[in-house]
Nanobody, 122 residues
Framework: VQLQASGGGVAQPGGSLRLSCAAS????????AGWFRQAPGKEREGIAC????????YYADSVKDRFTISRDNGKNLVYLQMNNLKPEDTAVYYC????????????????WGQGTLVTVSS
């Protein structure tokens, strides 16, 4: 059972990146799946969570209307499209499952990806 995140890198303010998370060893569509991030010197925060069946989505206020979570069940992938990036989005991003699609907490999470670094800088 494993999650593998990819797609991080360097972007300019106002730019976009798309993160991908590939699941192996389990069917990701049967579980809520989402993204957390941890900025330097800060606690990890849940930023997006998509419920199983895709009927409910949680976004942190800090990313609402800029980030979009989605999944491709056929490929066992979950994505995070990040638009209008800001320097404060700089962090290590982790995919995780399950996740809390109501509050964005990690209280249900038992599988974590390895993290991918996103740096937003001009």
């Amino acid at each position: 059972v494993q999650l593998q995140a990819s797609g991080g890198g360097v972007a300019q303010p106002g730019g976009s990146l798309r993160l991908s998370c590939a699941a192996s060893g389990f069917a990701l569509d049967k579980y809520a799946a989402g993204w957390f991030r941890q900025a330097p010197g800060k606690e990890r925060e849940g930023i997006a969570c998509l419920s199983s069946g895709d009927s409910r989505i949680y976004y942190a206020d800090s990313v609402k209307d800029r980030f979009t979570i989605s999944r491709d069940n056929g490929k066992n992938l979950v994505y995070l499209q990040m638009n209008n990036l800001k320097p404060e989005d700089t962090a290590v991003y982790y995919c995780a499952s399950p996740c809390d699609h109501v509050r964005g907490s990690d209280r249900y999470t038992d599988v974590w990806g390895q993290g991918t670094l996103v740096t937003v800088s001009s």
